[in-house]
T-cell receptor, first 117, second 113 residues
Framework: AQSVAQPEDQVNVAEGNPLTVKCTYSVSGNPYLFWYVQYPNRGLQFLLKYITGDNLVKGSYGFEAEFNKSQTSFHLKKPSALVSDSALYFCAVRDPRFSGSARQLTFGSGTQLTVLP | DAGITQSPRYKITETGRQVTLMCHQTWSHSYMFWYRQDLGHGLRLIYYSAAADITDKGEVPDGYVVSRSKTENFPLTLESATRSQTSVYFC????????????FGPGTRLTVT
């Protein structure tokens, strides 16, 4: 079974500082990994994904994530945080060995990021 | 407008009533999903569909029914609503030929009294 852990419910960072939102995963095979962002009263928006290739993945709004197979991690990062980055962030995983009807994503419980002005 | 829409956006109903939440997407994506979002649980998959007339259970299907007679629509029905089904419900879709990222609707906030 696949699973995702986001060990921090809340992350606070000052505007202009770098930010990291942590994610670890458990998948038997090579994972597909995703980050989503959710603003208040909105649906989830896709930020970036890792499928294969370069371990550093760049996504929307200046975010990037680093895939680390040995540590089974996929942390979300941004060099300089903005107040507008304050939102709820979800990590998700999919085991690509299961195709067809089993294209399910398993989501973490979410991390609330607050960027302080 | 193109995209994925949900209706209603807000719904209050009483215990025991039947409620249907609608989801419509204009991309012709093969796969569609229903999730519920509850504090401390993240998103949990209720049902999904690989194509019209093909549906399957997710993690928390009890008390819910789905159908998919057309590719673009994927309604979710609560046959007899219970207070434990108070939640925010999200519909999502993804095409068959992509890496699996899903595209979400704006959500329906359902309160069962």
């Amino acid at each position: 079974a696949q699973s995702v852990a986001q060990p921090e419910d809340q992350v606070n960072v000052a505007e202009g500082n770098p930010l990291t939102v942590k994610c670890t995963y458990s998948v038997s095979g090579n994972p597909y990994l995703f980050w989503y962002v959710q603003y208040p009263n909105r649906g989830l928006q896709f930020l970036l994904k890792y499928i294969t290739g370069d371990n550093l993945v760049k996504g929307s709004y200046g975010f990037e994530a680093e895939f680390n197979k040995s540590q089974t991690s996929f942390h979300l990062k941004k060099p300089s945080a903005l107040v507008s980055d304050s939102a709820l962030y979800f990590c998700a995983v999919r085991d690509p060995r299961f195709s067809g009807s089993a294209r399910q994503l398993t989501f973490g419980s979410g991390t609330q990021l607050t960027v302080l002005p | 407008d193109a995209g994925i829409t949900q209706s209603p956006r807000y719904k209050i109903t009483e215990t025991g009533r039947q409620v249907t939440l609608m989801c419509h997407q204009t991309w012709s994506h093969s796969y569609m999903f229903w999730y519920r979002q509850d504090l401390g649980h993240g998103l949990r998959l209720i049902y999904y569909s690989a194509a019209a007339d093909i549906t399957d259970k997710g993690e928390v299907p009890d008390g819910y029914v789905v159908s998919r007679s057309k590719t673009e629509n994927f309604p979710l029905t609560l046959e007899s609503a219970t207070r434990s089904q108070t939640s925010v419900y999200f519909c999502a879709s993804t095409p068959a030929d992509r890496g699996g990222e899903q595209y979400f609707g704006p959500g329906t906030r359902l309160t069962v009294t």
